[in-house]
């Protein structure tokens, strides 16, 4: 049986589309799973959202008049009200789409659009580690830095649909050069990125470390994976840089620990796989540098959703804005867990 | 005539008390300022905190009955929701006072409290720099740096009531000693207080600067304000301090701005005497780091409630409380101004 609540998600990234349809509980009743084909142009990668939809609803034979509403997460910048993908860098000829007014004439469900973290973030606050909260805080940590801040348990956009770039915030003037031009950003600090970029110097340089090993004797082939697994084998070098990088990361949580006195930050990604090794020196570093009172306020957890964030993310935003009321994310909250 | 909305606001402070009362456009109809004397202890203070309520009401002959709410601006922490002053370093003897229940015991009129930061954010908001946005940024530079955060048309509070630490987020790992105990923090950079600490330490190291000279001699007598006044003298030491002071300040800035999605930063506190001084760097090293869409959509200016924006703070505070509907607090919203 399928109840009014159920929802399509879409996350569609630059390299795969990733289509459910989801009850009001976060269930999955049907998945597809297809290759974004950037390259074919946005014609061709619209079609194959749409056929991606479609595919979800014969799966278990639901009509489009059963589903409540679709949710697309897409890569920003975006016009979130208007429903347009401005121009993102990862999705090439894309410039100021209407998707929200294309997939409702095609599907004929109502459609909201959300940027993929934010998505991701409404996804662990509806569905995840953030169930029953009021002020969580997600940060995805991976080649990237990203986030979303659920805020008096709503989805914060500020002005422009653009808050919560967490990545972005400078802890180091002068420091190394970020991929938004920036210097001294968290991601520049903390990211995978970054990770491997300093074990890349390391070995250019000749510090003697088991990476140069693992890479192959190519320090190209250095990779934020490879360094954790030098540092589970007791590689110092790798241990080391895996302590800094976490020690920063820690910082700009303090940091949004201060400023936001959230009571839950949930931290996804990739990197979230070395496990203690970012956990222990992120809270290490919020004891440390945050007050005392918003430190004791927060707890850190890991996101619960895994490789589902993204769709299960577009589902919570298709819930939150179609039922406000109904739906799970809107649902009795609790100060405390 | 007094109309429904008036409210009495009280900026209780460390070393004054200033009461007045107010209408709901923010019209000051009658004022009291009198000293705290905080060491003649706790009792001694909430009487001449009633005692300026009371000197409001009696300057134009309003009784109790037709003053809609008491709005009281108190130094943190506070637990907000009881109405509790919990241990404020600068009130000596005040330990969990339920300041809301003695005041509305003594007066018989609905009270509100809330941390001075946020309600002078308030009060920017309701009736000063900030009218008619959604997303305004608070920030006060003086002798610390504090800050109170308008999201969505309304005083963010996080958890615990405490977010809004502006002057403590970290934006210098192994930076110079924060009273707050911590390191690099923004206040420990970018204060008044920071301010003549650099302008002192350079003066004790025999740079030559005026400083010296209108300090008299003593180091010691060097405040933010005569590093100032040497700048704009032309003194080269002093103009290199503020410069990079406010640097500092404009990359804090520009995280607000990069979290935030704010259409607003309003700057006050002392250190805005300096006008351009400050101004200038604060705009420039948010264009330069911060996003540009972000940057482009936020504007930087001056608090406007100057020496009332406590008083006038407590009243805001006391109107959407009591009246979230009809106040000018929570009246329309423009997107932009």
């Not at 056929?51 to 609803?57: L, Q, T």
């Not at 796989?273 to 890991?302: C, K, S, T, Y």
Request: charged share 20%.
């Amino acid at each position: 049986m399928v109840s009014e609540l159920t929802v399509i998600g879409i996350d569609l990234g630059g390299t795969k589309i990733s289509t459910a349809l989801v009850d009001g509980s976060g269930r999955i009743i049907a998945h597809d799973y297809r290759e974004t084909y950037a390259t074919e142009g946005l014609e061709a990668v619209i079609e194959r959202m749409l056929d991606g939809a479609r595919c979800v609803m014969a799966q278990v034979g639901v009509e489009p008049s059963q589903v409540a509403a679709v949710g697309v997460g897409a890569p920003g910048p975006l016009d979130i009200e208007a429903g347009v993908v401005v121009a993102p860098p990862n999705l090439p000829g894309w410039d100021h789409v209407p998707l929200k007014q294309r997939i409702e004439d095609e599907l004929g469900i109502t459609t909201f659009l959300e940027n993929d973290a934010n998505a991701a973030a409404l996804g662990e606050h509806c569905f995840g580690a953030g169930r029953g909260t009021e002020h969580m805080i997600y940060v995805t940590v991976s080649t990237g830095i990203g986030g979303g801040l659920v805020l008096d348990g709503k989805l914060y956009h500020g002005i422009g649909g653009m808050a919560g770039e967490v990545g972005h915030m400078m802890i180091m003037p002068y420091g190394p050069r970020c991929g938004c031009g920036n210097r001294g950003c968290l991601e520049a600090l903390a990211s995978g990125t970054a990770i491997a970029r300093q074990a890349r110097e390391r070995v250019a340089r000749g510090v003697p470390t088991m990476m140069a090993d693992l890479a192959g004797g190519d320090s190209e082939h250095i990779t934020a994976k490879l360094v954790a697994e030098a540092a589970g084998q007791g590689d110092v070098e790798a241990r080391d840089i895996l302590a800094e990088a976490m020690n920063y990361l820690g910082i700009g949580m303090a940091n949004l620990v201060n400023l936001f006195n959230p009571q839950l930050i949930v931290i996804g990604g990739g990197l979230t796989n070395i496990g203690a090794a970012l956990f222990e020196p992120v809270r290490r570093a919020i004891d440390r540098h945050a007050f005392h009172a918003q430190a004791q306020a927060v707890r850190v957890v890991r996101a619960e959703l895994g490789d589902n964030v993204g769709v299960l993310g577009a589902a919570a935003v298709a819930l939150a804005r179609r039922e406000p009321i109904l739906s799970a994310c809107a649902g009795p909250r609790l100060r405390d867990r």
